[in-house]
């Protein structure tokens, strides 16, 4: 039972991160995971400093404020001309140094690292169970992952050609009368409840891994975004599921194997893909020079 | 539609894969009955390995103790493998320090309590013995180990929740709980001694995490750190510079490194006051956080203590 709350946990991140991914990729913007996962301090720090306790709930709240705080700031710092690079970076270093200085500020003397406060570990979900009216009704993980996944599905479902076009031509959006930042905004809000939510249950690594790798791989192997999705979600819950193995065979970290098999994924896809692929390319250019 | 369809396919292909990948891990499972080894042991599952320590000696031939942190392990940054779920799962007592000294795993071993059980160790602890953190809060310093007086209440808890657990050896579990409490009370005068061949003025324990604030407070060494307590906040500029004038200032002989902390930091304040001319020895490597290796006198708390107390001794004196 242990072993299967995992799994399942690991293939709904998987699968969130990946779906979400894709979109992340096409608009540049994919180590906004990343982002999230630093610029989330100083709400960890005010959450604290309000509350005086490092109470999961308080830290939870304060991530989640701060992580639409981040998106939203870099959104903007966007849409007014700067690179999506530039963007991330500069809002997510600003944000976590200010989560540095109110610290040494404010909390010198207590233990108030993402690590320790927010950032959570896959190996416990079992344990860590949400109890209604008495009854054990499952990871607490599992619950808050699957109805993040739900709300995904829900709206992508609904949205999908909007989604698609801002992604690939904001300007032909536009013009067709899409309420392109409106979009925009959803899409990264998405993001942002994703990671925290994702943060407080398994982690940072294995979401930050996952909203970048799987998308990526389905990228190399096609050019249609529907295609890039399913593959995408495949590519994350193959992880998952033979990451999990991996850790059991070799007692080791679980998110550390999960990511580690979607880099060897990765890895396949960069040499073998048909169209992108670095063998396939090799041989066109054999080809080429023999005729 | 087309896309869909390709979705939906990726996921049923996948169906087999997760059944056949449960079915294997549940397999794998528990080999033996829950909470007791294939020879009748209770199985006692620790944190750190100072708790270990106390439940190997009080527990004796009747238990069988895990420790989930090994050798040179930050507690602060403990990181759980795929084994330490079924070090968990197959335990009948799970022991830890509490006050945060795990960080978020205290959370998931709160829930554990559910169903079987988990003690925090210095629950016993009377709070007033307990050095507070940041004001206005309600958190502790969890370092109490190095305060031994302080320590035995742990060795106490130990020894009643073993008692309580598996009552057909409360005997034996009362002799050897008394027995280790002696030695602790031992050890304590011995630190106590130690630290009394240190000129007064010099005795000043300059470390690089504030890991030692019990320690100074229980044998009267003035304890100055160039860390706050979490291994992983930052420490200012001005922290270092200050650190180096109160070690020129003051004459003190010697800093110390720690075992789960790379002495990176402590060798630049070294360097910082030899070039103002005041030489400053680096007086050796403290166990803070984790013990040494097992197998080695400082494998075990009490030749952790002492390899402290006799370090500090040695170097400052």
Redesign the interface.
Same mark, same amino acid.
């Given at each position: 039972?242990?072993?299967?709350w995992?799994?399942l946990t690991a293939?709904l991140v998987a699968s969130a991160c990946s779906i979400l991914g894709c979109f992340l990729i096409l608009r540049r913007m994919a180590l906004v995971g990343d982002a999230i996962s630093h610029a989330v301090l100083p709400g960890i720090a005010i959450a604290f400093l309000m509350s005086?306790? $490092?109470d999961?709930m308080w830290m939870l709240l304060g991530a989640t404020a701060f992580g639409l705080l981040t998106v939203f700031l870099i959104q903007t710092l966007q849409t007014s001309g700067l690179q999506s690079d530039a963007s991330i970076g500069i809002v997510f270093t600003a944000l976590f140094a200010v989560g540095?200085l109110l610290?040494?500020l404010?909390?010198?003397?207590?233990?108030?690292?993402l690590?320790?406060?927010?950032?959570?570990?896959i190996?416990?979900v079992?344990?860590?169970?949400w109890t209604l009216g008495g009854a054990d009704m499952g990871p607490r993980a599992v619950w808050m992952l699957g109805i993040t996944l739900t709300v995904i599905l829900l709206l992508m479902g609904l949205f999908y050609k909007q989604f698609k076009i801002c992604a690939f031509d904001p300007a032909m959006a536009a013009a067709c009368g899409i309420p392109v930042l409106l979009f925009h905004y959803l899409l990264m809000g998405m993001v942002s409840m994703t990671a925290v939510s994702s943060f407080e249950s398994v982690g940072a690594i294995l979401v930050v891994g996952m909203l970048i790798i799987p998308a990526a791989t389905a990228y190399l192997l096609t050019n $249609?975004?529907?295609?890039m !999705?399913?593959?995408s979600?495949?590519a994350g819950?193959?992880s998952a !599921?033979s990451g999990?193995?991996i850790?059991?065979l070799?007692?080791?970290? !679980?998110a550390g194997?999960i990511v580690s098999v979607a880099g060897i994924l990765f890895i396949l896809a960069l040499l073998l893909s048909p169209s992108h692929g670095l063998i396939a390319k090799f041989a066109r250019r054999r080809e080429a020079q023999a005729a | 539609m087309?896309?869909?369809k390709?979705?939906i396919?990726?996921?049923t292909? &996948?169906l087999p &894969?997760?059944l056949l990948?449960?079915v &294997?891990?549940?397999c794998?499972?528990s080999g033996s009955a829950q909470g007791v080894s294939e020879d009748g042991k209770l199985l006692v599952t620790a944190t750190t390995g100072m708790i270990a320590d106390a439940a190997k000696e009080i527990g004796g031939e009747h238990v069988e103790v895990t420790t989930l942190m090994g050798p040179g392990v930050d507690p602060? &940054?403990f990181?759980?493998?795929?084994?330490?779920?079924r070090k968990?799962?197959r335990a009948a007592v799970i022991f830890y320090g509490g006050l945060?000294l795990e960080?978020?795993?205290e959370?998931?071993l709160e829930?554990?309590a559910a169903?079987k059980t988990v003690v925090a160790v210095t629950d016993g602890m009377p709070r007033e013995r307990l050095i507070a953190?940041?004001e206005?809060?309600?958190?502790f310093?969890p370092h109490v180990w190095f305060d031994v007086d302080l320590w035995k209440s742990a060795a106490e808890t130990v020894t009643d929740t073993l008692i309580q657990k598996d009552p057909s050896n409360a005997e034996a579990y009362r002799e050897q709980g008394e027995r280790y409490l002696n030695e602790l009370g031992q050890l304590d005068a011995y630190v106590r001694e130690r630290m009394l061949e240190i000129p007064e003025k010099g005795r000043v324990l300059v470390t690089a995490h504030?890991a030692f604030g019990y320690f100074g407070r229980a044998y009267g060494v003035e304890v100055v750190g160039l860390q706050?307590?979490?291994t992983?906040?930052?420490f200012?500029a001005r922290d270092v510079s200050a650190l180096r004038d109160y070690l020129v200032e003051r004459n003190i002989k010697a800093v110390f490194v720690e075992s789960s902390l790379p002495a990176r930091s402590m060798e630049a304040i070294v360097a910082g006051a030899a070039r103002q001319g005041h030489e400053v020895k680096i007086g050796g490597e403290l166990f803070s956080d984790a013990m040494g290796e097992p197998g080695t006198p400082e494998g075990t708390y009490i030749g952790m203590i002492r390899h402290n107390a006799d370090t500090i001794a040695e170097a400052l004196k």
């Open positions: 039972m242990m072993d299967f995992i799994i293939v005086g306790t $490092r999961s540095v610290i040494s404010n909390a010198q003397h207590i233990d108030l690292d690590d320790c406060v927010l950032f959570g570990e190996a416990y079992p344990w860590d169970t $249609r975004l529907g295609v !999705i399913g593959l979600v495949a819950i193959v !599921i999990y193995l850790s059991y070799l007692d080791a970290s !679980i194997c | 087309e896309a869909r390709t979705k396919g990726a996921w292909a &996948l &894969l997760l990948a449960a &294997l891990a549940g794998s499972g602060h &940054l990181k759980a493998s795929q084994g330490d779920i968990l799962d945060h960080g978020n795993m959370r998931v829930k554990i169903q953190g940041a206005e809060s309600e958190e310093d504030d706050g307590i979490s992983a906040a930052e200012g």
